[in-house]
């Protein structure tokens, strides 16, 4: 991962953002996919647009898209791109939808972009170095007590059978609950605003650019069971702005 | 009802909007409420902001406040404030809050604001005028079955005991579900992007705004039994944004 690698989530994100800003709330083609999930026009010219920049800037590195799959999935060096994570939110013209973008080197997320386009709000992570919401270093806030912490996660029909009871447990002993949200919940939380987030059910391309945004702003994410979170992982995701609060959630999940 | 009142609203909306935003992901004192909610420093220098506007401009209406309760409660013109609907997401940094301003004539609401100062988001609607969205006409959109219908609500914890099983045989049968967003959502529904939101538990405060909005984009608000909202409403919400989705609403809540 290097400067340059940087700056060229910067310009995915750049390009992703001109694709989708003419179809927010304005008319667009869309479909339910296999999986019930909706995609859209948005989506699809976002990522066409950002796979076609990094054939042409990093030919010899992987790509995994939420819409066109898996190109070169050998490569040491993955690019993992979500052209809209919160494509539900983005059809109903909230404007805390995100486009995700994140390298994955040797299996681990070492850069991530999350990027609100409406809001214009930008928050770039990359592993060692400080999280950036828009230019500015921000940081998780304290918080030692489940008991104070607020608590987010998109909606309880995100969690499969068993798991929304695992969830209840650590809703019932936290400090409040915040519904909806997507990936903005993880940008919230990079900047101190939020304290928790536990979702179920994500792919890889939904989480691996929250990973260095969250830990470079001195949170920590792990999955269900207090492992790192990495190509691998199942998509069971913690994210606490104090890192001290995993402890008392993996105990109520688990 | 005059154009004076509606040039009022959008006044007191500005005053609103200047008291809030310096706290918008700021410092600010907060506690809570008997009821468990939340209130900050910001929802209470909204609200004082209004009222002082309110007692030069119209010394003769009543005001009835979510933070400083109720003045003249027997005038026959009621300004309804509720200073920041959504104070959790405003708490979180989310820009999906808003400010909800009524004027309530009868018991029925003729005037109705929501104000989203991030995003400079400002939706007025008038008893017999068309709804505008900063300064331009929107409307509902037509959507004839549940099944296709985007419903939303601001989160399973708002229902109360049985409530919560009534909700869901709605949701079972829509087409999707969007969680969060408070007064947002009636907004979006306003502007013809979500079909449907259903909650309980409401407050005059938090759903008299919302009427004139609504009714005037060509949607239809009303309580679980399917009765006009008012001064005497209990505080079960259902919006709609094609008034025929009411009938098969009402069916499923009953």
Redesign the interface.
Known sequence: MTDADIDLARHLADAAAAAIRPFF?APFEMETKADAS?VTQADRAAEAAMRAILELERPDDGIVGEEYGTVRESAARQWVLDPIDGT??F??????FGTLIALVEAGRPVIGVIDQL??RERWIGAHGRPTTLNGRGVTTRRCAALANA?L?T????YFGPGELARFEAVQRNAG??????DC?NYG?LA?G??DLVIESGLKLYDFAALVPVVEGAGGRMCDWQGQPLGAESDGHVVAAGDPGLIDAVLERLN
Chains 1, 2 share one sequence.
């Open positions: 709330r909706p539900r939110s059809i109903a013209g909230r404007p805390i409406i809001g607020t987010a998109t909606g309880p029909n409040g609950i915040l519904w909806g949200g903005y919230l900047a605003h939020i």
